[in-house]
Nanobody, 124 residues
Framework: QVQLVESGGGLVQAGGSLKLSCAAS????????MGWFRQAPGKERECVAA????????YYGDSVKGRFTISRDNAKNTVYLQMNNLKPEDTAVYYC?????????????????WGQGTQVTVSS
């Protein structure tokens, strides 16, 4: 069983930055792609960013391109999401997810394990 724990969420003013972290535990011997998703009240869960097992391939949602950066440290079993120039519309619960496989995937249903989520609130 894989466990994911997110941290780094909080309240920030528009234009500010936050860095989310997601630590994974309970897995060994497999290669995992990872992703960050968000869900705002009344909206569907969307992929913000995803990264391949090696980190060589990434995906970004159109609304965050140029502002967010996903990265990973496999030695620490941790994935990060650096969020810059935050906007009020970025307010949501952010979830980390992982799936067995090496490639980048942006579809939530293709992920096998999910964290509990961390709230990000951007004030105007």
């Amino acid at each position: 069983q894989v466990q994911l724990v997110e941290s780094g969420g909080g309240l920030v003013q528009a234009g500010g930055s936050l860095k989310l972290s997601c630590a994974a535990s309970g897995r060994a011997g497999s290669m995992y792609a990872m992703g960050w998703f968000r869900q705002a009240p009344g909206k569907e869960r969307e992929c913000v960013a995803a990264i391949s097992w090696t980190g060589g391939s990434t995906y970004y949602g159109d609304s965050v391109k140029g502002r967010f950066t996903i990265s990973r440290d496999n030695a620490k079993n941790t994935v990060y999401l650096q969020m810059n120039n935050l906007k009020p519309e970025d307010t949501a619960v952010y979830y980390c997810a992982t799936r067995v496989g090496v490639g980048v995937v942006a579809t939530p249903s293709r992920y096998d394990y999910w964290g509990q989520g961390t709230q990000v609130t951007v004030s105007s």
